[in-house]
C-alpha cells in the first residue's frame, strides 16, 4: 500500500525551529515532485514548498521563502522540511503530498495525502 507518513511536528516558541520528516512507502518517487502543504483552523490548505524528487529543484510560497528549506533523501525515500524562524502564523497541520504527473502547486494538482503533523508556534 502506497503511503506518506509525517513526523516531526510540535510546540514551538516563536524564533525556534522544527524539522518534519516524510517517510514514503510502496512505491518509488524517482519521477515525482513531492511537496508540503498547510492548513490553519478555518484556513484554507496552502502550499508551503515543492521539491522535484529527481532533479531535487525547489520552489517555496513567499511566505516561508529564506525561513524554510525542503530536501529528500533519495536512499531513504524521505523528504524533509526545515523550518527556521518560526512565527505564530505558521501555527498549522503540515501535510506532505505526492504528484504523480503534470505542474502546478495547487492542492488539487497532488495525489497522494500523508495524514498530517501539527505545528504549534507559541509567541
Known amino acids: 500500500q502506497v503511503q506518506l507518513v509525517e513526523s516531526g511536528g510540535g510546540l514551538v516558541q516563536a524564533g525556534g525551529s522544527l524539522r518534519l520528516s516524510c517517510a514514503a512507502s510502496?512505491?518509488?518517487?524517482?519521477?515525482?515532485?513531492m511537496g508540503w502543504f498547510r492548513q490553519a483552523p478555518g484556513k484554507e490548505r496552502e502550499f508551503v514548498a515543492r521539491?522535484?524528487?529527481?532533479?531535487?529543484?525547489?520552489y517555496y510560497a513567499n511566505a516561508v521563502k529564506g525561513r524554510f528549506t525542503i530536501s529528500r533523501d533519495y536512499d531513504k525515500n524521505r523528504v524533509y522540511l526545515q523550518m527556521n524562524s518560526l512565527k505564530p502564523e505558521d501555527t498549522a497541520v503540515y501535510y506532505c503530498?505526492?504528484?504523480?504527473?503534470?505542474?502546478?502547486?495547487?492542492?488539487?494538482?497532488?495525489?497522494?495525502w500523508g495524514q498530517g503533523t501539527q505545528v504549534t508556534v507559541s509567541s
Open positions: 503530498a505526492a504528484r504523480y504527473s503534470g505542474s502546478g502547486d495547487s492542492k488539487g494538482s497532488y495525489d497522494l
Open positions: 510502496g512505491r518509488t518517487f524517482s519521477n515525482y515532485a
Open positions: 521539491i522535484n524528487w529527481s532533479t531535487s529543484t525547489t
